[in-house]
């Protein structure tokens, strides 16, 4: 017989057992997952430690590609190859780095279910955006996109669960059913659903139609492009009605104003059972994310999903250069902007597909990173100029088509681009020659720009703009210098997005964010 001793050792065991499997329920403050990770995962935080000094110190942001010096020389060109080449490489090198973290952290970890998982990712997403990731939105497209491997896995997996329940009672109440019966109820069915669209299509009524109603109404145009898991799954959301706390379940095909608009308000002890662990979070999730015994499969689809993104990343410039051909031709004359090591490989796949064409680069100034991108298509055989930034509208007459590359892509179609590039923009549009961004999927970014060209921008030091020697002067001492690395070019400036999974216009951007994010993760850590 075991001693009251030992019954409490066991009973301790269990319970720093039970705590170990469960994640912290407070969202909004990333140092719980912190203190979660360093009690028993302390290797996998160090790992996120080097991480975050990184982006703290800005070694994978714009700010590393700044030119120490203003000289427009062949010396002052060479200074900036290695230092420019940075900015080209850091996109792919960031995102590669981060699933490279994330497949480390979430590997070993000891999580159980898909509830615990997606609380872990928003815990690291809210630590690397506090550390500096807002910079770097390729991070959190990155995080977001594996919670959406997290939703769907979990989603499917209790999807063939009921299936499968349901066909065995199917087969075990109609095993004496003839196929003659089940014609007669095909049949009677098609004539009910025919008669119901009929009705419904004749009717003058002005009654806003059910949910069951507009179930029969076939094949629209938003079921058609809202035909998704993630748009047709309930949502949880937290309200605060009187006195005490309540839950809205809202369809995600209602929620974007449609006729059929419908909420269904649930008390909370009807939650209850379903978020076991997480009654004090914020975010709630369905019933079927908290299951545990699908964990083993949840964890290898998971690793599945992630080494898909990093053979994605690695293939990354290989689909978009097979597409070069489709988009330069002969005898074109296509303009660019300072320098990026994608459009920089875009166009020498097209010249080593024997495409004769002439480039015109602006030099990009402060940082002139189009003298080294010149050098670089100059030795690969292409005829290239570069010409000063303030003569791009007048050049913009001779040019057939404007390559530009892309920082991030934004919901609306927007883009985020080097400073100087929506005044190529600009001056393309008032000539109707063509824009088109060349961007890898990594870069699509779930935001909308309400803050105009503020949206994702930094503001660097303005001694690449001006000599501070000269802050001595008067009149210098109060002037105001703004050094913007970015610039926001609105969709209507953009013709097409070519990317590592074929060419998109703007308008059909809101598609691949509902193929690669999930709504609720979309403002996730920001």
């Known amino acids: 017989m075991s001693s009251p001793t030992n019954v409490n050792i066991i009973a301790t065991n269990q319970q720093q057992h039970q705590q170990q499997l469960l994640l912290p329920a407070n969202l909004n403050d990333p140092a719980n997952v912190r203190r979660w990770l360093q009690t028993y995962h302390p290797k996998q935080l160090a790992l996120l430690d080097n991480f975050e000094i990184s982006l703290r110190l800005g070694r994978f942001s714009s700010r590393g590609c700044e030119n120490t010096t203003n000289s427009t020389n062949s010396g002052g060109s060479s200074t900036n190859n290695s230092g420019t080449y940075q900015y080209g490489r850091e996109r792919r090198l960031i995102t590669t780095r981060t699933v490279d973290l994330l497949r480390t952290i979430i590997g070993p970890t000891k999580w159980r279910s898909a509830a615990q998982l997606l609380t872990l990712l928003r815990g690291l997403g809210n630590e690397l955006h506090a550390a500096g990731g807002y910079r770097e939105p390729a991070i959190g497209n990155t995080i977001r996109r594996i919670m959406y491997a997290v939703r769907d896995e979990a989603d499917r997996s209790a999807t063939a669960s009921s299936f499968d329940v349901g066909m065995n009672n199917s087969n075990d109440n109609n095993n004496n059913n003839n196929n003659t019966e ?30 069951g109603d507009s179930l029969t109404k076939g094949l629209s145009l938003s079921s058609m492009l809202w035909a998704h898991p993630q748009h047709v799954t309930k949502q949880h959301t ?12 809202r369809l995600r095909s209602d929620s974007l104003g449609s006729d059929s608009g419908q909420v269904l308000t649930t008390s909370n002890s009807n939650d209850n059972n379903s978020t076991t662990g997480s009654s004090s979070s914020m975010y709630s999730y369905p019933s079927h994310y908290y299951n545990k015994e699908r964990g083993v499969d949840l964890r290898q689809s998971v690793m599945e999903a992630i080494q898909e993104m990093m053979s994605e ?13 489709q988009h330069i031709h002969a005898g074109e004359i296509i303009l660019t902007y300072a320098l990026s090591k994608t459009v920089e490989l875009f166009l020498k796949a097209a010249a080593a597909k024997k495409r004769k064409f002439s480039v015109i680069i602006c030099e990009g100034a402060p940082h002139f990173g189009g003298h080294s991108m010149a050098k670089s298509l100059a030795e690969a055989g292409i005829d290239t100029t570069v010409i000063h930034d303030a003569a791009t509208y007048a050049i913009m007459a001779r040019v057939n088509k404007v390559l530009l590359p892309a920082h991030a892509v934004l919901a609306n179609g927007g883009l985020i681009a080097p400073s100087g590039s929506n005044m190529v923009a600009l001056a393309a549009k008032q000539n109707s020659v063509p824009v088109v961004s060349i961007a890898g999927m990594f870069k699509l970014c779930p935001m ?51 990317t590592n999974i074929g060419g998109f216009q703007p308008s059909y951007i809101y598609r691949l964010l509902a193929e690669y994010y999930h709504n609720d993760d979309w403002e996730a850590f920001e």
């Open 182 to 211: 089940d014609m007669e109820k095909i049949d009677e069915l098609t004539e009910q659903t025919s008669t119901k669209l009929h009705i419904s299509s004749s009717s003058n009524s002005t009654a806003p139609p059910t949910r």
């Open 238 to 249: 937290r309200t605060q009605s009187g006195g005490g706390t309540e839950f809205e379940d």
């Open 313 to 325: 990343l690695e293939d990354l410039h290989k689909n978009i250069n097979d597409q070069a051909v």
């Open 448 to 498: 909308y720009p309400h803050e105009g060209q503020d949206t994702l921008n930094d503001l660097i030091s303005p001694s690449s703009v001006v000599d501070y020697s000269l802050m001595g002067d008067p009149v210098l001492s109060e002037v105001e210098f703004v050094n913007p690395v970015h610039d926001y070019i609105p969709p209507q400036l953009i013709d097409l997005f070519v």
